[in-house]
């Protein structure tokens, strides 16, 4: 699918039998899309911990259509600690797809044993993404990364 996003949106449509619309991927993705096909293709058993994609079902009121993009960047490092990132198309913003989408692949990553927290970066001026990090249990580091975002984590209880 990854690969099919980069070089052939029409075949996206068919693999996920949902319209993909104009303007996708969102955010910060397209720059990211060349590496998250080329860890696929290097290592394909990292499937599940690099990108997926958040499909609106359809119900009379809204059209099925691909809307959110989320992922990590890798399977969990050997101090248990996996990335998470998400982008929801801008005209979907504020109905929860991110919340929603992120909570998901956070119980994901918990229900794997090897996982002791999930991290985000996020930029200080992005005050949705930290709101939907702060409804998830996430907390700022209070350390930021290189290209100035803020560090957010999330521990897994018990």
């Known amino acids: 699918m990854a690969r099919a996003e980069l070089s052939d949106p029409q075949r996206l449509e068919e693999l996920l039998s949902a ?14 899309l060349p590496w998250f096909v080329a860890q696929l293709t290097a290592h394909p058993e990292k499937c599940g911990w690099l990108v997926w ?14 809307a959110v993009s989320v992922g990590f960047r890798g399977p969990p ?10 982008s929801v198309m801008p005209e979907l913003r504020g109905h929860g797809l991110a919340t929603e989408a992120a909570a998901c692949l956070v119980e994901w990553a918990f229900g ?10 996020v930029s200080p001026d ?8 702060h409804k998830l249990g996430f ?6 990364d290189d290209e100035g975002n803020l560090r957010y984590r999330l521990a897994r209880r018990g």
């Open 19 to 32: 319209p993909v619309p104009a303007g996708w991927p969102p955010g910060q993705m397209h720059d990211a």
């Open 126 to 133: 992005n005050p949705a993404s930290r709101a939907v990090l």
């Open 139 to 144: 907390r700022p580091t209070g350390a930021t």
């Open 77 to 86: 490092g050997p101090d248990g600690r996996v990335e998470i990132g998400y």
């Open 112 to 121: 794997t044993p090897e996982v002791r927290a999930v991290v985000a970066h």
């Open 53 to 66: 994609y958040g499909v609106l079902r359809g119900d009379g009121r809204v059209a099925r259509a691909l």
